[in-house]
């Protein structure tokens, strides 16, 4: 079983430029990462995305192409599955936990 843990985004998103749609990309994946402790989520589709987000498809993928350039997230769809996984990458939440100490 994974241990549940919290990390914290505050300081982070005051130190980057990142956009509304951005932010909320990752604060959803934080919200389930602190909630379950599990750094993905399975989405079908780009917009079951943008409605867990509250976000506009429209501005969904150049926002997820600016987060996956800097390493934050990642996307993996296995050739064949119905279900996308959108997650956190490891070293951005161990820069997150090491920020929160």
């Given at each position: 079983p994974?241990?549940l843990?919290?990390v914290s ?6 130190d980057?430029?990142l956009?509304?749609?951005?932010k909320?990309?990752?604060?959803v994946?934080l ?7 599990s750094?993905f989520?399975?989405v079908?589709d780009r917009?079951?995305?943008a ?12 926002a997820?192409?600016?987060l996956?350039?800097?390493?934050i997230?990642y996307i ?6 119905a279900?996308a996984?959108?997650g956190?990458?490891k070293?951005f ?7 929160r100490k």
């Open positions: 994974k241990r843990k919290q985004i505050e300081a982070w998103l005051r980057l430029g956009d509304e749609t951005e909320e990309v990752v604060e994946l919200l389930h990462y602190n909630r379950t402790g750094k989520i399975l079908r917009y079951e995305l409605e867990r987000c509250n976000v506009n498809p429209s501005l969904l993928e150049p997820l192409k600016r996956k350039e800097d390493n997230i993996y769809k296995r050739r064949g599955e279900y996984k959108v956190l990458k070293a939440v161990e820069t997150l936990q090491k920020l």
